[in-house]
């Protein structure tokens, strides 16, 4: 059967924008969860997104199934064998100051602004697009394909691990829409690394910075208690440093805000951690106790884990990072969450969890690990890759790219017999966990396309 995928997408590039904005405008951040909470697990944003994506496949004529709220499928065909593809529709929280409203959708020089524009609702869609199209046109295949929508990917990968209990079926192939281009074949082990302990300090009220360990925290506020000398110092060391902070006095504290620039955990050297700053200036004012000796002494300005003697560079998959994500004091207890990424060569527990308890004992704090996604590596000649790269080479030219590894952590590692496949094409700006985070309007079109003639490649 001859199709024109281009054309197909192209006349139907209305519909595909206006479903995106659609799912764009659902404020699909993790509030609570909580699994006895029937139906909404992750809260009723997210609760909401997977009810509008499924609606939408009802719509169209697809088998659908909710699991319980944690999670659901778009299916098409009733073979045993089946395609893969496994999509997102929870976000990180948006942050601060957006050029336009994070969940308004709006379409400005070609390009739709939202959180999740394409982390990873953007990309959703167009597979749901790619799957769609095929069914309009009856195109014969010999594999049902499996749309499966996760909504805690970007938490702690709750909603797959339940629904992989209730269909632990493994397709032949697939891929995770959920990447960049041309194709990812190996990821970074990633962990969420979590310092606590109880202190007190009688000049530090409370710290809260960040909200997630895998974002480059943008913010970071403490509480101090009043003292006169505090305002000219601040003043001194911010302005000779160009940071931007600000010192307030409300019913007697003193709060000190910074500002930072946000980025993905997988890539800290790209933002400005508000964290890092926030502790130069309490170390400007003469604030010292175990918890600032932590920070100024294994952690602050250090995206590579030199302080901590865990850096270590791997040849094909490059350094281990360490984002500073989160850090939380209420005048007990101290909860510090680090989102640390580890290529191969490493073993985690021996070269870095095993260090860091050594370092950070003497000064009363304890280790553990909350979340761990443990390395992924796919031959890169297999022939799941060669298939999928031959169609991004049609359809972009780009016959000099090669398949690539990351530090991000996407879907595959949850689905055997999958590569992470797009949508950011190499050498565009992405926002992803950023600020104004968008997606190209051609870009979405071109990936859907990209979706559509590989989805038909692997189930024909």
């Given amino acids: 059967?001859?199709?024109?995928?281009?054309?197909?997408?192209?006349?139907?590039?209305?519909?595909?924008?206006?479903?995106?904005?659609?799912?764009?405008?659902?404020?699909?951040?993790?509030?609570?969860?909580?699994?006895?909470?029937?139906?909404?697990?992750?809260?009723?944003?997210?609760?909401?997104?997977?009810?509008?994506?499924?609606?939408?496949?009802?719509?169209?004529?697809?088998?659908?199934?909710?699991?319980?709220?944690?999670?659901?499928?778009?299916?098409?065909?009733?073979?045993?064998?089946?395609?893969?593809?496994?999509?997102?529709?929870?976000?990180?929280?948006?942050?601060?100051?957006?050029?336009?409203?994070?969940?308004?959708?709006?379409?400005?020089?070609?390009?739709?602004?939202?959180?999740?524009?394409?982390?990873?609702?953007?990309?959703?869609?167009?597979?749901?697009?790619?799957?769609?199209?095929?069914?309009?046109?009856?195109?014969?295949?010999?594999?049902?394909?499996?749309?499966?929508?996760?909504?805690?990917?970007?938490?702690?990968?709750?909603?797959?691990?339940?629904?992989?209990?209730?269909?632990?079926?493994?397709?032949?192939?697939?891929?995770?829409?959920?990447?960049d281009f041309p194709l990812i074949y190996a990821e970074k082990g990633i962990t969420r690394t979590v310092l606590k302990t109880e202190m007190t300090d009688d000049k530090i009220i409370s710290i809260d910075a960040g909200f997630r360990d895998n974002m480059v925290p943008d913010f970071a506020l403490a509480k101090l208690v009043f003292n006169s000398s505090y305002e000219s110092l601040f003043n001194d060391y911010v302005k000779k440093n160009q940071l931007d902070a600000t010192f307030s006095v409300e019913n007697n504290e003193i709060i000190v805000r910074v500002t930072g620039i946000s980025a993905h955990g997988s890539t800290p050297e790209l933002g400005k951690n508000a964290i890092d700053y926030l502790f130069d200036i309490l170390n400007a004012l003469h604030i010292e106790?175990?918890?600032?000796?932590?920070?100024?002494?294994?952690?602050?300005?250090?995206?590579?884990?030199?302080?901590?003697?865990?850096?270590?560079?791997?040849?094909?998959?490059?350094?281990?990072?360490?984002?500073?994500?989160?850090?939380?004091?209420?005048?007990?207890?101290?909860?510090?969450?680090?989102?640390?990424?580890?290529?191969?060569?490493?073993?985690?527990?021996?070269?870095?969890?095993?260090?860091?308890e050594q370092l950070v004992k003497p000064l009363g704090f304890t280790v553990s690990v909350e979340h761990h996604q443990k390395l992924l590596y796919n031959d890169p000649n297999s022939e799941l890759v060669q298939t999928l790269m031959k169609v991004y080479y049609k359809h972009t030219n780009d016959l000099e790219a090669k398949p690539i590894t990351i530090g991000g952590g996407t879907f595959a590692r949850a689905m055997p017999n999958t590569v992470a496949f797009g949508p950011h094409f190499l050498g565009k700006p992405s926002y992803i966990h950023q600020k104004n985070e968008f997606i190209d309007i051609d870009d979405l079109l071109k990936a859907t396309i990209i979706y559509l003639e590989s989805l038909y490649e692997l189930a024909k």
């Avoid at 697009?129 to 990968?157: C, F, H, Q, T």
């Avoid at 002494?297 to 250090?302: A, M």
């Avoid at 007990?332 to 990424?341: A, P, T």
Wanted: proline fraction near 4%; charged fraction near 30%; charge should be negative.
């Fill in 1 to 179: 059967m001859k199709i024109d995928f281009r054309n197909e997408v192209l006349k139907r590039k209305d519909e595909i924008i206006k479903d995106v904005q659609s799912i764009i405008r659902i404020k699909s951040e993790l509030t609570t969860f909580d699994p006895n909470r029937v139906g909404a697990p992750f809260g009723e944003g997210n609760k909401e997104a997977l009810d509008w994506m499924l609606a939408l496949g009802e719509k169209d004529g697809f088998k659908t199934v909710n699991v319980d709220g944690f999670a659901g499928h778009i299916e098409y065909g009733d073979q045993k064998e089946f395609v893969g593809i496994m999509g997102h529709l929870d976000v990180v929280p948006a942050g601060n100051d957006w050029t336009y409203p994070a969940y308004g959708a709006e379409i400005h020089d070609n390009k739709i602004y939202g959180r999740g524009a394409e982390d990873d609702k953007g990309p959703t869609i167009a597979s749901y697009y790619a799957m769609k199209i095929l069914k309009e046109l009856n195109v014969p295949l010999s594999k049902r394909i499996k749309l499966v929508l996760g909504i805690d990917e970007e938490s702690g990968w709750r909603c797959v691990r339940h629904y992989f209990m209730k269909y632990p079926e493994t397709p032949v192939s697939g891929f995770i829409p959920d990447a």
């Fill in 289 to 356: 106790n175990n918890l600032t000796q932590l920070v100024n002494t294994y952690l602050s300005h250090d995206n590579y884990g030199k302080k901590l003697g865990i850096n270590y560079k791997d040849e094909e998959m490059g350094d281990l990072t360490v984002n500073f994500g989160v850090l939380k004091y209420d005048g007990k207890n101290v909860l510090i969450n680090l989102n640390l990424r580890y290529p191969n060569g490493v073993d985690y527990q021996k070269d870095v969890f095993e260090k860091i």
